[in-house]
Protein backbone atom coordinates (compact mmCIF):
# COMPACT_ATOMS: atom_id res chain seq x y z
CA UNK A 1 0.00 0.00 0.00
CA UNK A 2 1.64 3.61 -1.16
CA UNK A 3 1.96 6.44 1.62
CA UNK A 4 -0.84 9.20 0.84
CA UNK A 5 -3.59 6.04 0.03
CA UNK A 6 -6.55 7.29 1.32
CA UNK A 7 -10.19 4.89 1.89
CA UNK A 8 -13.17 6.36 2.10
CA UNK A 9 -16.02 4.20 3.84
CA UNK A 10 -19.79 5.55 3.74
CA UNK A 11 -22.09 3.79 6.85
CA UNK A 12 -25.69 3.99 7.24
CA UNK A 13 -26.78 5.81 10.49
CA UNK A 14 -27.06 2.24 11.88
CA UNK A 15 -25.99 0.54 15.08
CA UNK A 16 -23.61 -2.15 14.90
CA UNK A 17 -22.18 -1.09 11.38
CA UNK A 18 -19.31 0.22 13.20
CA UNK A 19 -17.83 -3.05 12.46
CA UNK A 20 -17.47 -2.79 8.72
CA UNK A 21 -15.37 0.46 10.05
CA UNK A 22 -13.05 -1.33 12.69
CA UNK A 23 -12.70 -4.02 9.92
CA UNK A 24 -11.21 -1.63 7.34
CA UNK A 25 -8.54 0.40 9.91
CA UNK A 26 -7.54 -3.31 11.38
CA UNK A 27 -7.24 -4.10 7.64
CA UNK A 28 -5.24 -1.26 6.56
CA UNK A 29 -3.17 -0.90 9.90
CA UNK A 30 -1.93 -4.27 9.63
CA UNK A 31 -0.93 -3.68 6.25
CA UNK A 32 0.97 -0.66 7.68
CA UNK A 33 2.60 -3.01 9.95
CA UNK A 34 1.15 -1.81 13.48
CA UNK A 35 1.16 -4.70 15.88
CA UNK A 36 -1.92 -6.66 16.98
CA UNK A 37 -2.29 -4.75 20.15
CA UNK A 38 -2.37 -1.21 18.45
CA UNK A 39 -4.88 -2.34 15.95
CA UNK A 40 -7.59 -3.76 18.96
CA UNK A 41 -7.04 0.18 20.23
CA UNK A 42 -7.56 0.97 16.68
CA UNK A 43 -10.53 -0.60 16.07
CA UNK A 44 -12.02 0.06 20.13
CA UNK A 45 -11.09 3.60 18.99
CA UNK A 46 -12.83 3.73 15.37
CA UNK A 47 -16.06 1.51 16.70
CA UNK A 48 -16.45 4.47 19.31
CA UNK A 49 -15.64 7.53 17.17
CA UNK A 50 -18.42 5.85 14.61
CA UNK A 51 -20.86 5.30 17.49
CA UNK A 52 -20.77 8.74 18.47
CA UNK A 53 -21.29 9.97 14.89
CA UNK A 54 -24.71 7.65 14.60
CA UNK A 55 -25.80 7.91 17.87
CA UNK A 56 -24.73 11.67 18.57
CA UNK A 57 -24.18 13.46 15.23
CA UNK A 58 -26.95 11.97 12.91
CA UNK A 59 -29.02 11.23 16.08
CA UNK A 60 -30.11 7.74 14.70
CA UNK A 61 -31.54 9.65 11.41
CA UNK A 62 -31.87 7.00 8.94
CA UNK A 63 -31.71 9.23 5.92
CA UNK A 64 -27.54 10.33 6.97
CA UNK A 65 -24.70 8.60 6.53
CA UNK A 66 -21.33 8.32 8.67
CA UNK A 67 -18.26 8.77 6.64
CA UNK A 68 -14.99 7.42 7.93
CA UNK A 69 -11.58 8.39 6.03
CA UNK A 70 -8.75 6.72 6.30
CA UNK A 71 -5.67 8.20 5.41
CA UNK A 72 -1.93 6.57 5.37
CA UNK A 73 1.34 8.11 5.29
CA UNK A 74 5.02 6.82 6.37
CA UNK A 75 4.83 6.54 9.55
CA UNK A 76 1.09 7.00 10.60
CA UNK A 77 -1.89 6.12 10.07
CA UNK A 78 -5.28 8.96 9.86
CA UNK A 79 -8.97 8.27 10.45
CA UNK A 80 -11.56 10.70 10.28
CA UNK A 81 -15.05 10.16 10.59
CA UNK A 82 -17.69 12.26 9.64
CA UNK A 83 -21.05 13.09 10.80
CA UNK A 84 -24.19 15.33 10.06
CA UNK A 85 -24.43 16.94 13.66
CA UNK A 86 -22.92 20.09 15.69
CA UNK A 87 -19.81 18.36 16.82
CA UNK A 88 -18.66 17.51 20.19
CA UNK A 89 -19.45 20.85 22.54
CA UNK A 90 -17.60 19.99 25.54
CA UNK A 91 -15.68 16.59 26.16
CA UNK A 92 -17.17 15.32 29.23
CA UNK A 93 -14.62 14.45 32.21
CA UNK A 94 -13.07 11.11 32.58
CA UNK A 95 -15.58 8.54 33.30
CA UNK A 96 -15.42 8.11 37.27
CA UNK A 97 -16.25 4.64 38.63
CA UNK A 98 -16.76 5.08 41.90
CA UNK A 99 -19.90 7.40 40.83
CA UNK A 100 -21.11 4.93 38.11
CA UNK A 101 -21.09 2.20 40.86
CA UNK A 102 -23.10 4.40 43.15
CA UNK A 103 -25.48 5.12 40.69
CA UNK A 104 -24.28 9.18 40.66
CA UNK A 105 -23.23 9.31 37.10
CA UNK A 106 -24.44 7.59 34.00
CA UNK A 107 -22.99 4.27 33.56
CA UNK A 108 -22.45 5.05 29.98
CA UNK A 109 -20.17 7.83 28.33
CA UNK A 110 -16.76 6.09 27.92
CA UNK A 111 -16.49 6.76 24.35
CA UNK A 112 -14.75 9.58 24.22
CA UNK A 113 -12.20 9.03 27.32
CA UNK A 114 -11.73 5.77 25.45
CA UNK A 115 -11.10 6.93 22.30
CA UNK A 116 -8.51 9.30 23.68
CA UNK A 117 -7.01 6.99 25.51
CA UNK A 118 -6.33 4.75 22.78
CA UNK A 119 -4.77 6.54 19.89
CA UNK A 120 -1.95 8.80 20.01
CA UNK A 121 -3.87 11.59 19.06
CA UNK A 122 -8.16 12.39 19.02
CA UNK A 123 -9.47 16.37 17.87
CA UNK A 124 -12.78 17.20 17.57
CA UNK A 125 -13.73 19.76 14.58
CA UNK A 126 -17.24 21.56 14.61
CA UNK A 127 -18.67 22.68 11.67
CA UNK A 128 -21.64 22.94 9.66
CA UNK A 129 -23.88 19.00 9.07
CA UNK A 130 -21.62 17.17 6.78
CA UNK A 131 -18.40 18.77 8.28
CA UNK A 132 -18.21 17.67 11.79
CA UNK A 133 -15.83 15.35 12.19
CA UNK A 134 -13.29 13.27 14.72
CA UNK A 135 -9.51 13.27 13.68
CA UNK A 136 -7.92 10.42 15.06
CA UNK A 137 -4.20 9.35 14.67
CA UNK A 138 -2.07 6.47 15.32
CA UNK A 139 1.76 6.16 14.50
CA UNK A 140 4.05 3.88 13.94
CA UNK A 141 6.72 5.32 15.80
CA UNK A 142 5.11 4.88 19.02
CA UNK A 143 5.19 0.80 18.11
CA UNK A 144 8.60 0.14 20.49
CA UNK A 145 7.74 3.42 22.84
CA UNK B 1 -25.53 -5.76 11.71
CA UNK B 2 -25.00 -6.34 15.46
CA UNK B 3 -24.50 -10.38 16.52
CA UNK B 4 -27.20 -11.28 18.73
CA UNK B 5 -25.93 -11.00 22.81
CA UNK B 6 -26.10 -14.86 23.81
CA UNK B 7 -26.30 -15.33 27.75
CA UNK B 8 -26.27 -19.00 29.31
CA UNK B 9 -26.27 -19.79 33.06
CA UNK B 10 -24.35 -22.13 35.06
CA UNK B 11 -23.80 -23.00 38.90
CA UNK B 12 -20.76 -24.72 40.02
CA UNK B 13 -18.98 -25.58 43.49
CA UNK B 14 -15.58 -24.73 44.38
CA UNK B 15 -13.50 -26.74 47.39
CA UNK B 16 -14.49 -24.41 50.53
CA UNK B 17 -18.18 -25.55 49.22
CA UNK B 18 -19.14 -22.14 48.22
CA UNK B 19 -21.76 -21.61 45.26
CA UNK B 20 -20.67 -19.96 42.49
CA UNK B 21 -23.72 -18.90 39.38
CA UNK B 22 -21.42 -18.31 35.94
CA UNK B 23 -22.87 -16.17 33.51
CA UNK B 24 -21.66 -16.76 30.01
CA UNK B 25 -21.43 -14.25 27.70
CA UNK B 26 -21.48 -14.57 23.38
CA UNK B 27 -21.48 -12.20 20.10
CA UNK B 28 -21.79 -8.90 20.66
CA UNK B 29 -21.93 -7.12 23.81
CA UNK B 30 -22.86 -3.58 23.16
CA UNK B 31 -26.30 -1.22 23.91
CA UNK B 32 -28.85 -3.61 22.26
CA UNK B 33 -27.15 -6.25 24.80
CA UNK B 34 -29.28 -4.47 27.50
CA UNK B 35 -32.05 -6.41 28.59
CA UNK B 36 -30.68 -9.86 27.75
CA UNK B 37 -28.02 -9.38 29.80
CA UNK B 38 -29.84 -8.08 32.76
CA UNK B 39 -32.81 -10.51 32.19
CA UNK B 40 -29.82 -12.87 32.57
CA UNK B 41 -28.45 -11.62 35.90
CA UNK B 42 -31.77 -10.86 37.40
CA UNK B 43 -32.66 -14.47 36.96
CA UNK B 44 -30.08 -15.19 38.93
CA UNK B 45 -31.82 -16.41 42.82
CA UNK B 46 -30.96 -13.51 44.44
CA UNK B 47 -29.38 -15.18 47.24
CA UNK B 48 -26.09 -15.89 44.76
CA UNK B 49 -23.31 -14.47 46.52
CA UNK B 50 -20.97 -15.15 44.23
CA UNK B 51 -20.96 -14.44 40.40
CA UNK B 52 -18.71 -14.70 37.61
CA UNK B 53 -19.01 -13.25 33.86
CA UNK B 54 -17.11 -15.53 31.82
CA UNK B 55 -16.64 -13.22 28.37
CA UNK B 56 -15.03 -16.25 26.51
CA UNK B 57 -17.70 -16.37 23.92
CA UNK B 58 -17.71 -12.42 22.93
CA UNK B 59 -16.79 -11.13 19.62
CA UNK B 60 -17.30 -7.25 20.76
CA UNK B 61 -17.84 -5.20 23.51
CA UNK B 62 -18.04 -1.62 23.40
CA UNK B 63 -18.66 1.19 25.76
CA UNK B 64 -22.55 0.87 25.72
CA UNK B 65 -21.81 -3.22 26.80
CA UNK B 66 -19.09 -1.92 28.86
CA UNK B 67 -21.95 -0.02 30.92
CA UNK B 68 -24.07 -3.32 31.13
CA UNK B 69 -21.15 -5.02 33.41
CA UNK B 70 -21.21 -1.49 35.62
CA UNK B 71 -24.64 -1.63 36.19
CA UNK B 72 -24.54 -5.04 37.44
CA UNK B 73 -21.89 -3.72 39.82
CA UNK B 74 -24.23 -1.06 40.64
CA UNK B 75 -26.87 -3.73 41.66
CA UNK B 76 -24.49 -5.68 43.45
CA UNK B 77 -22.81 -2.43 45.43
CA UNK B 78 -26.62 -2.25 46.26
CA UNK B 79 -27.57 -5.60 47.29
CA UNK B 80 -24.44 -5.68 49.65
CA UNK B 81 -23.60 -9.22 50.04
CA UNK B 82 -22.66 -10.17 46.56
CA UNK B 83 -19.05 -10.27 44.65
CA UNK B 84 -18.93 -10.39 40.89
CA UNK B 85 -15.72 -11.43 39.00
CA UNK B 86 -14.84 -11.56 35.26
CA UNK B 87 -12.87 -14.22 33.14
CA UNK B 88 -12.26 -14.46 29.32
CA UNK B 89 -11.29 -11.22 28.32
CA UNK B 90 -9.14 -10.78 25.56
CA UNK B 91 -6.02 -8.73 26.60
CA UNK B 92 -7.00 -5.70 25.04
CA UNK B 93 -10.51 -5.41 26.85
CA UNK B 94 -8.58 -6.48 30.50
CA UNK B 95 -6.74 -3.41 29.18
CA UNK B 96 -10.19 -1.33 28.91
CA UNK B 97 -11.58 -2.52 31.70
CA UNK B 98 -8.85 -1.52 33.71
CA UNK B 99 -8.72 2.01 32.49
CA UNK B 100 -12.54 2.44 32.83
CA UNK B 101 -12.06 1.12 36.41
CA UNK B 102 -14.00 -1.85 36.76
CA UNK B 103 -11.35 -3.83 37.91
CA UNK B 104 -11.68 -1.63 41.60
CA UNK B 105 -14.88 -3.17 42.03
CA UNK B 106 -14.42 -6.78 40.52
CA UNK B 107 -11.57 -8.86 39.85
CA UNK B 108 -10.55 -9.67 36.33
CA UNK B 109 -8.96 -13.58 35.90
CA UNK B 110 -7.36 -14.96 32.68
CA UNK B 111 -9.59 -17.65 32.61
CA UNK B 112 -11.99 -19.92 34.58
CA UNK B 113 -9.74 -21.41 36.79
CA UNK B 114 -8.26 -18.45 38.14
CA UNK B 115 -11.79 -17.06 38.88
CA UNK B 116 -12.96 -19.99 40.53
CA UNK B 117 -9.17 -20.39 42.59
CA UNK B 118 -10.25 -16.41 43.49
CA UNK B 119 -13.91 -17.22 44.98
Redesign the interface.
Known amino acids: MKNGTSVRVILPSELGIEKVAMSTAASMAAIMGFSADRIEDLKTAVAEACINAIEHGNQFDSGLTVGVVLSTSADQLEVKVIDDGVGVKTAPHAPDIDRKVHGEEDARGMGIFLIQSLVDEAKWYKGPPGKSFVRLVIRLDKENA | ???ATKVSTRTTSVASGRIVNILAFGG?I???SKDTILGAYHSLNGAARNVLLDFTGVD?I???G???V??M??EA??AGTQTIGIFGL???FQK?FT????N??AALHKDEAAALAAV
Open positions: MQTDSSAYNSSIAIIQLLGQSPHVMVGIKY
